[in-house]
């Protein structure tokens, strides 16, 4: 049976996919992420819409779906980091970017990670939720485009020699991180916009100021 989109979001909703089943009892705390993160990315896009008549335009709109839309990626991206301490998948992957890394310098630098994998992997897997959640919410873009492009360009060096992958989709995704960061995209029916509009944080204060520079 073909699969497609709408039935893999069926699956991943209910927790039916192959990464989510093998968590077994474990498995339901995926679920709860996954509705989290769609159902509160929906929730603010369409409150910001409510209230901010400039932000009813295509391009607001066509930002915001597709900074949602790889919201969805990098959430699919944790499942495969888990069970801690190592999962098998995350394990693979950081091999093969030892194996068929671009230069030396870097296949010793993940070799480095490969061998403190269990110290390593809940790290990778909390900064991947953190990109799921900024770009499904819209908050702190900027900084997430910025560190996220640099992530993926990590895996474009790491697996330039592997014959399987096509390289140019990394380089397809770190762009689009990019421009992400350079258009401000949580500006775009995100909390970024929310937190301009009906400011939380006391008017020049750092924090403030940190916000404002990440997003």
Known sequence: ????????LYQVMTGQIHDQLALGAYGWM??????ALFWGGIAIAAYVLAIDPSQRTVKHISVFAMRFISAGMWY????????????????????????????????????FFL????????????????????LACGFAVRFTGVVA?????????????DPTEWVWTYVGIACAHGMF????????????RLLRLKPI???????A????LAS
């Open 201 to 207: 944080l006391p008017a020049g204060s750092r924090l």
């Open 76 to 111: 699919l991206g944790t499942l495969w980091k888990l069970p801690w301490p190592v999962a098998h998948g995350f394990k693979d992957w950081l091999t093969n970017c030892v194996t068929y890394s671009s230069f030396q310098w870097h296949a010793d630098f993940m070799h």
């Open 115 to 134: 061998t403190n994998i269990a110290f390593v992997q809940p790290l990778i897997y909390l900064l991947e939720v953190f990109f799921a959640f900024s």
């Open 209 to 212: 100021q940190l916000h404002a």
């Open 149 to 161: 492009a640099l992530f993926i360009i990590n895996l474009l060096f790491g697996l330039y020699n």
């Open 1 to 8: 049976m073909r699969d497609n989109p709408f039935h893999s």
């Open 30 to 35: 995926t679920v709860v992420l996954a509705w």
């Open 181 to 192: 960061a350079v258009d401000s995209a949580g500006q775009s029916l995100g909390l970024d």
